[in-house]
């Protein structure tokens, strides 16, 4: 099977797999939304985002490392995996010792214990699930991740709806999801068999950490763009109503509706990032990261064009506004919060070059700059506009990392950007979202039209890439 055959047969076992998956966490948000206020919803993102924080750091990195070096041919399997499972063994036990100072932090206090097991069977779970990728195994990495979100969503249902939990009811959902799916996959997959201490490798442990470690602060970083955003927001003082724990959950709901964007980015992500590593050094490289990259953007342009014309009933249908009508409001955030998300995903596809080529150190300063001028922002923007200062801050933090790695990332492999499409494409995004914050007169027809126009503009190219690969 050739590179594009390879890279549409996994993009379609990877969509069939995670659609199903992604539409229940859809219907987790209309959960939470049921029975979360938005001030209690807000410190459930904290600790979530605090969850995001802890996992990279105590695990190095390692489930990055495991794709990489598991798909390189050169290394043996047994010594990937049981390499990367005592490193992190290290890591979990550092964070045990570390565990009472995390009590300190007053939205983590009281969520301690939880926490720690939230970060611990999260990290099982992605040292699975990554060495299944590297083995091949992609329609059981498909298929565990429509079972581990069917789990999340009925343990949601039992800690949340039926025993009324709240927060504690949302981390021991994620708990018992995650560990049940990490089961799942070392039984079904035969994982015991490629674990003994005895194949762990000094040489190896520096590897796979010299390649790792630029990730652990990459990770943070990108936590942090996100964490703080809600951080300021909750504690900053702004205008009235815009900032504080309601605003927090306003921002944190309005965030929910762009992972439809995400969504479509994940499953083709998951596939490409394996062919970006197979293909490395190959005879074409330029060429195919081209073909693919111009495809992936006519996709995310039009996907992003419709979810801007659509915010407002598909915010009705995710939100709950009967039990909490303050939701009604958090629409008026989304549109530029799509076009974040969007820049989010470009940033993603030129991070693989980084991880194929292994340099992954510029993968960390780059994601600095997006860090440093996300903060810078957020302080400046919320304090004089609240919740829409922090969405502008989000979008020019994303773009200036896309600026950035669009030069950077292609001096080690080099392939022809449409810039042109790029700027005019973004552009039309801009103006559909002030129409969808401001709501002018006939604004609807407007956004209409435009969607039909970027869909017109964007769909030919989109088709001619897909020919071309049909014909390989």
Partial sequence: MNKYKNLAFNTVIFAIGTFGSK???????????TYMGADILGSKELIEASAAFMIPVFSFSMSDAIL???????????????????????????MLLLSPLFSLIPFIKGYTPWLMLYVCTSVFRLTCANFIRAKGYVKLFAFDGMLATLTLFIFNIIFISKLDLGIKGFMIAMILSDFCSGLFLWKLAGLGKYFSLAYADKDLIHSMVRFSL????TAVMWTITGFSDRILIKYVDGPAGKTGDTAVGLYTAASKIPNLISMVSTIFFQAWNMSAITEHGNKGEGKFYATVYSAYQSIMYIASAFLILLVQPVSRILLNYNNHPEYSQAYVYT???????????????????????????????????????????NVILIKKFGVHGAVAASFISYLACYLIRVVDARRYIYFKVDHTKTVMNLSILMGMSLLAINQPPYY?????????????VNFP????????????
């Fill in 23 to 33: 539409i229940l966490t859809l219907f987790l948000t209309r959960l939470y939304t």
């Fill in 461 to 472: 190219e989109l088709m001619a890439t897909v020919r071309k690969l049909l014909r390989r």
């Fill in 335 to 377: 549109p530029v919060l799509v076009l974040s998300v969007l820049m989010m995903c470009f940033n993603l596809f030129f991070s693989s070059i980084y991880t194929a080529s292994k340099h992954t150190k510029n993968s960390f300063w780059t994601s600095l700059v997006s860090m440093v001028l996300n903060v810078v922002l």
């Fill in 214 to 217: 630029p990730l652990i602060p």
């Fill in 68 to 94: 990489r070096f598991g798909l390189d041919k050169e290394y043996d399997k047994r010594q990937v995996f049981s390499t990367s499972i005592v490193v992190q063994l290290f890591g979990l036990f550092v």
């Fill in 444 to 456: 609807v027809p407007i956004q209409l039209g435009i969607t039909v126009f970027i869909t017109a």
